[in-house]
């Protein structure tokens, strides 16, 4: 998809090999400051009862909310002292080959810059409210920080054997729109949703979309929209269950995988097991 031309985001410096930057912390201006400040407060007052329990747990224990932009360093001291994970600074999206080597090595890709005021609700390229905010809590998880750092090293098999598209069903899936079970009812854990005040209600009340058990197999073959909400959210078992998944011989999924049939996004199949049969309603004519 032709992306629009990016718009000149915040002077990032010298980019190294591993197109990492230096977050230049202090040069944030207290409206960027205050811009985090409302996007995490929006978020706080919808996510208690919506955003899964680690999730939650994740944002006191890393003081993300406590003000202001994060500063990478001390939240990578805190976070490694509890998954060995770090984040690191990054210009925006990384080439993949550079993405998954950190991930595999659990350095967490943040940009660095933050969405500008009329980007409030949508912003297509990661900003650090989204990968920091949206993503990093969870690393703080031991089976979520493990399943990370094992997309990661599927990342660099998939890409020399050409099965990315497939895994990039599967992150879409999960990391970002992923829904999980939990005692008290459905709960969100995908980034892209946790960074969404409108989806972060839709994924879990609207009729419109499926919800459906995950299935690793179903969510490779399942295509997505980067333009729109959801048609279709998976819902895994657990965090340890999703690493688990993840720890499977994929060459034997691959093979299967080679008749390259794909379901779209918004399509039932044979053999799901379905929680909510969508309504389709909010896609009107878009869904698939
Ligand atoms: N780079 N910084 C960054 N963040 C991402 O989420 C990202 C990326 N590069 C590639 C990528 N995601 C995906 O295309 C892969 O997960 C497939
Ligand atoms: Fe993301």
């Not at 080439?95 to 090595?105: C, I, K, Q, S, Y």
């Not at 989204?130 to 997309?151: K, M, T």
């Not at 979309?209 to 279709?232: A, K, S």
Request: proline share 6%.
């Amino acid at each position: 998809m032709q992306a629009a031309p990016a718009r000149i985001r915040r002077e990032s410096g010298p980019v190294a090999a591993d197109f990492t930057i230096d977050q230049r912390w202090s040069a944030y201006s207290p409206e960027e400051h205050a811009r985090w400040d409302a996007l995490t407060a929006r978020m706080m007052r919808l996510l208690p009862g919506r955003a899964s329990a680690a999730f939650l747990k994740a944002t006191e224990s890393l003081s993300l909310s406590e003000g202001g932009i994060p500063d990478l360093e001390r939240l990578s001291d805190r976070l490694e002292a509890r998954t060995g994970w770090r984040v690191v600074g990054v210009p925006g999206l990384v080439p993949d080959e550079v993405f998954f080597d950190h991930l595999a090595n659990r350095r967490f890709p943040a940009g660095c810059f933050i969405r500008d005021e009329d980007e409030m609700d949508y912003i297509e390229e990661p900003d650090i409210f989204h990968d920091v905010f949206g993503h990093v809590p969870l690393l703080a998880d031991p089976a979520y920080a493990a399943f990370i750092q094992a997309y990661g090293e599927g990342g660099l098999r998939a890409l020399k054997i050409g099965r990315l598209t497939e895994l990039a069903r599967l992150y879409w899936h999960t990391i970002e729109f992923g829904l999980v079970r939990e005692a008290e009812g459905l709960r969100i854990f995908g980034a892209g949703i946790m960074s969404s005040p409108s989806e972060t209600v839709f994924a879990l009340e609207d009729p419109s979309p499926n919800r459906i058990e995950f299935d690793l197999e179903r969510v490779m073959r399942t295509e997505y929209r980067i333009d729109d909400r959801q048609q279709t959210y998976f819902v895994i078992e657990s965090f340890e269950a999703l690493l688990e998944a993840a720890m499977a011989d994929f060459g034997p999924l691959y093979a299967r995988l080679a008749d390259g049939a794909a379901l779209r996004p918004g399509e039932i199949a044979v053999g799901d097991r379905v929680l909510h049969r969508g309504t389709m309603a909010a896609f009107g004519a878009k869904a698939a």
